[in-house]
DNA sequence: AGTAATACTCTCCTTTGGGTTAGTAGCGCA
DNA sequence: TGCGCTACTAACCCAAAGGAGAGTATTACT
């Protein structure tokens, strides 16, 4: 079923794929995802640097605020110095494992039978 | 399982998942693929350029030479003039049908579950 | 007084993906 | 004779993604 339609209305941004790549797609984005899901415990920001090295300042913050702004993840800032952050899976987020799951299954069920 | 490992190991490249999105994360890779299992039927260059519309040539040949390298699709020339080429999913095109349309179903799913 | 720790933000730079336009070869048709 | 059809290729350009490094506020510790 999926798409189809989309071959005629010409609008790739409208289908569901691209939804799911728009959030999953990014260069850290799903290695982000994995990371918090490890043990089911919330995460610093800091100790997601270390998990995601070589990750930069920028990227680790940028996919973070566009996971949460995806609903993806959960951020609970405790006020407090130095500041603390803690970053978790919501059940959105824990949703999408699976698909991650068939997607890296696929790839490496394929990556080495050719090239 | 897929992959854990790769946060110890810090290269996302030798991911399934990476491999994957490879594949079919370029701008027109996954529309192409559908566009070729449509009807099982071989297309034509000029064919694919008018269902992929606004591709341009130098897209859609990218498109095509990385998915053949890929061993996705097939490609077979008829050595006639005016020149004939056709395009066909292989198996191993058409076995990451499914795949996609998990991607797309969760999109669909949750696209406007938020704003 | 100076340094470390945390969770960032800001600026500048390079790389990559994709778009636009023009050109190629050989034949049929007007 | 010259245009159109086919399936490309090559050149140049732009915008977005990502990388590198410095700067910020507050407190505790030495």
């Avoid at 800091?46 to 609903?71: D, H």
Wanted: hydrophobic share 35%; charged share 20%.
């Amino acid at each position: 079923m999926a798409d189809i339609d989309y071959i005629k209305e010409n609008r790739l941004e409208d289908t569901g794929f691209a939804h799911t790549i728009q959030l999953i797609g990014g260069k850290y984005k799903m290695q982000t995802l994995y990371a918090l899901r490890l043990n089911h415990t919330p995460l610093r920001y800091n100790a997601l640097k270390r998990l995601l090295t070589p990750i930069s300042f920028k990227m680790l913050t940028n996919t973070l605020q566009e996971l949460e702004v995806a609903g993806l993840v959960y951020r609970e800032v405790f006020p407090q110095v130095p500041p603390k952050v803690e970053y978790s899976l919501t059940s959105l987020g824990e949703s999408l494992i699976p698909v991650m799951d068939e997607i890296c299954t696929w790839g490496e069920q394929h990556q080495h039978s050719n090239g």
